[in-house]
């Protein structure tokens, strides 16, 4: 049994101005490897959102800024892979007419 990493700092995701103006929001799916060290690495977007206006970007730097206390198995730390879900929602969505 691997034990699931304990993340020690969260970073949300930024909006591009160019992502907002267009209205884009939901969901990029990511996977990446959490080292022993708990620095994340081989990031990458398993599910994209956007690739236009820079949202799955943005979700790719906030996961490599994220830390962790890593995986174990027993006392030892081992690598791991994990998957990431990060949400854009806008702030003031736009109204049905």
């Known amino acids: 049994g691997v034990s699931n990493p304990i993340r020690t700092r ?5 909006y ?3 992502a ?6 939901g969901r990029v799916e990511l ?4 080292r022993v060290d708990g620095v994340i690495t081989e990031v990458r ?5 956007d690739t236009v206006y ?5 979700a790719k730097a906030a996961v490599r800024d994220m830390a962790f206390e ?5 006392d030892q730390a081992v690598p791991c892979v994990v998957v990431f879900e990060l949400e854009f929602r806008l702030p003031n ?3 049905s007419r």
């Open 16 to 18: 591009t101005k160019e």
């Open 93 to 95: 969505p736009p109204r």
């Open 54 to 58: 820079g949202l799955d970007e943005s």
């Open 10 to 14: 969260a970073v949300k995701p930024r």
């Open 70 to 74: 890593p995986c174990k198995i027993g």
């Open 20 to 25: 907002l103006d267009a209205h884009v929001q």
């Open 45 to 49: 977007v398993t599910k994209s959102l």
């Open 31 to 34: 996977e990446g490897i959490i």
